[in-house]
T-cell receptor, first 112, second 113 residues
Framework: QQPVQSPQAVILREGEDAVINCSSS?????VHWYRQKHGEAPVFLMI?????EQKGHDKISASFNEKKQQSSLYLTASQLSYSGTYFC?????????????FGKGTRLHILP | EAQVTQNPRYLITVTGKKLTVTCSQN?????MSWYRQDPGLGLRQIYY???????DKGDVPEGYKVSRKEKRNFPLILESPSPNQTSLYFC????????????FGQGTRLTVV
């Protein structure tokens, strides 16, 4: 039940906005977002819990629609430092099984 | 400095030769896990541990073993490595089993020939 991320890859120019989607076929309890730069470890961005909340982190924000079983990551006025691969990780509801299942990732490349 | 340390960073080995990848965290975290990362497949969980002496299988546990004798250490053991275990491995830890930030180690690139 790996979540599906879209798009698989995106190329933007610096200053443009991007949206990365994460969808699950199962009901979700939480969604985790990470960014991984080439050759480095994934780095935590944010967690969204069941309840439809939206979180923000500088110019990166995310929403979680539990009814639609999906989350979206919004990157506003993208910077060169935003380049990397973004992963969503989902925890399924209602029976929490202590696992986070990650999607295959979305590669984001920002051009100057 | 809070960190998760994996060793070695790079390893080339031959089929069938037992190996251990070490993972240590200095944050007193209870939850630790191992992932493998393969092109186009994302991060897949191998094993996880909620506390000392408590471990459980993730999504791809075949061919791997783990142990959690101390809170800070969570080694990954490949008893008889095979070429399909060639991958990039990450160890991660978090303060709780869910709903908190996971800290990842720098990764171990394993090649089995």
């Amino acid at each position: 039940q790996q979540p599906v991320q879209s798009p698989q890859a995106v190329i933007l120019r610096e200053g443009e906005d991007a949206v990365i989607n994460c969808s699950s076929s199962k009901a979700l309890y939480s969604v985790h977002w990470y960014r991984q730069k080439h050759g480095e470890a994934p780095v935590f961005l944010m967690i969204l819990l069941k309840g439809g909340e939206q979180k923000g982190h500088d110019k990166i924000s995310a929403s979680f629609n539990e009814k639609k079983q999906q989350s979206s990551l919004y990157l506003t006025a993208s910077q060169l430092s935003y380049s990397g691969t973004y992963f969503c990780g989902t925890e399924q509801a209602p029976n929490r099984d202590d696992k986070i299942i990650f999607g295959k990732g979305t590669r984001l490349h920002i051009l100057p | 400095e809070a960190q998760v340390t994996q060793n070695p960073r790079y390893l080339i080995t031959v089929t069938g030769k037992k190996l251990t990848v070490t993972c240590s965290q200095n944050m007193n975290h209870e939850y630790m896990s191992w992932y493998r990362q393969d092109p186009g497949l994302g991060l897949r969980q191998i094993y996880y541990s909620m506390n000392v002496e408590v471990t459980d299988k993730g999504d791809v546990p075949e061919g791997y073993k783990v142990s959690r004798k101390e809170k800070r250490n969570f080694p990954l053991i490949l008893e008889s490595p095979s070429p399909n275990q060639t991958s990039l491995y990450f160890c991660a830890s978090s303060s709780e089993f869910m709903n908190t930030e996971a800290f990842f180690g720098q990764g171990t690139r394993l090649t089995v020939v």
